[in-house]
């Protein structure tokens, strides 16, 4: 079968990619013709585990191709995915121009039956307007149908939740699309992926139910974590005792500094503008992101209370992204934690493995170290703000010599407290200070 799938980004490189693996011939196309060069270059323009293999394996065996010609892949495919971003607008809804551009584009170079599946996270009721949007634009009476097939993939996991996933959700209006999108995935339903048949406004709501859902433990448990902190119980006993309830599960149940990321908050605040549009207060949602919110301030607060006038003190974040393996830092709380530290007089270091150059655009106002050491070298602080791997091991007894004082705050609870206090640092985490 021959797929094209538009947006070459972190859903659209990695599903293309994937279903290629699957022995279909995927076109990947995007508009940023830079991007294109790299891939057709052989350089991946994201970071994701495993994704580089992929790539090479299927593009030496014809299987996947690249290019910036949306027209021509679709004349040659049955299958077009939209993968493009749909970031937010200021009221919080969805901007949804790419994924419009992409539908018209589409429209006009349509020359028999297509299915175009929606793999873009977009509200409820996008397949129908996209449904209207293509009819209008089409140039010769031909027939199409619209899928919604929202993606789960995490970032930084992302090869593998494609080729693994708990489940693939199909929206469709008919028969026919819905067997055809059914055979794409027809590899993971032979590994027993579950296969969710439904309408597409339900396969849409499932996606931001879902984020939200997810972001609902996280921010449950930070404040359970700030509660453990005031009452002196320990957060990491408590979220691993009620995780062994089957009803609740332990996924998702890590204090830390807050969610980031490109889905969570832009997510939620779309499902909240959603349920506005249809007068409904929906007042979890906003309660989750109220509390990331203060979450991520929470951090600043207590560096505060640690170090006291943070004017003349130096500060070092190591990790930068919004979570481990990935070089994302979009609403990544490391970003918020050194632009509110730079505002409060302090000098920021920071090292992250990945993520320096994308942070580096964001935040030219800190210093970038070349390695963890380097970066705390010389800090009254340093905040462990993503819990990458390279940091579950730190050189403490080098660490202390290089500090000016010995703190560490551990946003992300890698370390046992008791543990590093014994080795002479001034340690403070989230929800374990029994
Ligand atoms: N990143 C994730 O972890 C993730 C997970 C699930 C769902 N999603 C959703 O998937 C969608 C894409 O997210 P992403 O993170 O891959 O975005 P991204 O920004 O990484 O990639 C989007 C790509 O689309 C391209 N593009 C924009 N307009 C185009 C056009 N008219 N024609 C061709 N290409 C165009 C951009 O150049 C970019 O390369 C969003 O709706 C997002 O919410 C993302």
């Given at each position: 079968?021959?797929?094209?799938?538009?947006?070459?980004?972190?859903?659209?490189?990695?599903?293309?990619?994937?279903?290629?693996?699957?022995?279909?011939?995927?076109?990947?196309?995007?508009?940023?013709?830079?991007?294109?060069?790299?891939?057709?270059?052989?350089?991946?323009?994201?970071?994701?585990?495993?994704?580089?293999?992929?790539?090479?394996?299927?593009?030496?065996?014809?299987?996947?191709?690249?290019?910036?010609?949306?027209?021509?892949?679709?004349?040659?495919?049955?299958?077009?995915?939209?993968?493009?971003?749909?970031?937010?607008?200021?009221?919080?809804?969805?901007?949804?121009t790419q994924v419009r551009q992409v539908a018209t584009e589409v429209a006009r170079s349509m020359n028999d039956y297509k299915v175009i599946v929606i793999k873009s996270t977009v509200p409820v009721g996008t397949s129908r307007e996209l449904d209207q949007l293509v009819k209008e634009n089409l140039n010769s009476d031909v027939e199409f149908d619209i899928v919604s097939n929202p993606e789960f993939l995490r970032e930084g996991t992302a090869v593998n939740d494609f080729l693994r996933p708990d489940r693939v959700v199909i929206g469709a209006g008919s028969e026919r699309a819905l067997a055809i999108v059914r055979?794409?995935?027809?590899?993971?339903?032979?590994?027993?992926?579950?296969?969710?048949?439904?309408?597409?406004?339900?396969?849409?709501?499932?996606?931001?139910?879902?984020?939200?859902?997810?972001?609902?433990?996280?921010?449950?448990?930070?404040?359970?974590?700030?509660?453990?902190?005031?009452?002196?119980?320990?957060?990491?006993?408590?979220?691993?005792?009620?995780?062994?309830?089957?009803?609740?599960?332990?996924?998702?149940?890590?204090?830390?500094?807050?969610?980031?990321?490109?889905?969570?908050?832009?997510?939620?605040?779309?499902?909240?503008?959603?349920?506005?549009?249809?007068?409904?207060?929906?007042?979890?949602?906003?309660?989750?992101?109220?509390?990331?919110?203060?979450?991520?301030?929470?951090?600043?607060?207590?560096?505060?209370?640690?170090?006291?006038?943070?004017?003349?003190?130096?500060?070092?974040?190591?990790?930068?992204?919004?979570?481990?393996?990935?070089?994302?830092?979009?609403?990544?709380?490391?970003?918020?934690?050194?632009?509110?530290?730079?505002?409060?007089?302090?000098?920021?270091?920071?090292?992250?493995?990945?993520?320096?150059?994308?942070?580096?655009?964001?935040?030219?106002?800190?210093?970038?170290?070349?390695?963890?050491?380097?970066?705390?070298?010389?800090?009254?602080?340093?905040?462990?703000?993503?819990?990458?791997?390279?940091?579950?091991?730190?050189?403490?007894?080098?660490?202390?010599?290089?500090?000016?004082?010995?703190?560490?705050?551990?946003?992300?609870?890698?370390?046992?407290?008791?543990?590093?206090?014994?080795?002479?640092?001034?340690?403070?985490?989230?929800?374990?200070?029994?």
């Amino acid at each position: 079968m021959n797929i094209c799938v538009v947006g070459s980004g972190y859903v659209g490189l990695v599903a293309g990619a994937c279903m290629s693996d699957f022995g279909m011939n995927v076109t990947c196309v995007d508009s940023d013709k830079s991007k294109i060069r790299m891939l057709k270059k052989g350089q991946m323009p994201i970071f994701e585990i495993g994704l580089s293999e992929i790539v090479q394996r299927n593009v030496k065996l014809g299987r996947l191709q690249f290019s910036s010609n949306l027209a021509d892949a679709v004349d040659r495919s049955l299958v077009i995915f939209i993968g493009v971003g749909t970031p937010e607008n200021d009221d919080g809804s969805s901007n949804l121009t790419q994924v419009r551009q992409v539908a018209t584009e589409v429209a006009r170079s349509m020359n028999d039956y297509k299915v175009i599946v929606i793999k873009s996270t977009v509200p409820v009721g996008t397949s129908r307007e996209l449904d209207q949007l293509v009819k209008e634009n089409l140039n010769s009476d031909v027939e199409f149908d619209i899928v919604s097939n929202p993606e789960f993939l995490r970032e930084g996991t992302a090869v593998n939740d494609f080729l693994r996933p708990d489940r693939v959700v199909i929206g469709a209006g008919s028969e026919r699309a819905l067997a055809i999108v059914r055979d794409i995935y027809r590899p993971l339903y032979l590994l027993e992926t579950p296969i969710v048949s439904t309408t597409n406004e339900t396969a849409e709501m499932v996606k931001y139910a879902s984020n939200t859902m997810l972001a609902l433990k996280i921010s449950f448990i930070n404040e359970i974590a700030n509660i453990c902190d005031r009452v002196k119980a320990d957060v990491y006993t408590v979220a691993t005792a009620v995780g062994m309830d089957k009803r609740i599960g332990p996924k998702f149940l890590h204090p830390g500094p807050g969610f980031g990321g490109s889905c969570f908050p832009k997510d939620i605040r779309s499902l909240v503008n959603t349920a506005e549009s249809v007068d409904y207060n929906f007042e979890i949602g906003k309660a989750v992101l109220r509390v990331n919110e203060r979450q991520k301030e929470l951090i600043v607060e207590k560096s505060c209370q640690l170090l006291g006038e943070l004017k003349g003190k130096s500060i070092c974040l190591l990790g930068l992204s919004f979570k481990p393996g990935t070089d994302d830092v979009r609403e990544a709380p490391a970003l918020h934690i050194a632009r509110r530290l730079l505002e409060k007089g302090a000098t920021v270091k920071a090292y992250d493995p990945a993520a320096m150059e994308q942070a580096r655009r964001e935040l030219p106002d800190i210093t970038y170290g070349k390695d963890y050491m380097t970066a705390a070298s010389d800090t009254d602080l340093v905040i462990i703000a993503t819990e990458w791997h390279e940091f579950r091991d730190l050189d403490f007894d080098q660490l202390k010599s290089r500090m000016r004082s010995p703190n560490i705050y551990d946003t992300r609870n890698i370390y046992d407290p008791k543990d590093i206090r014994r080795r002479g640092f001034n340690y403070i985490c989230t929800g374990r200070d029994c």
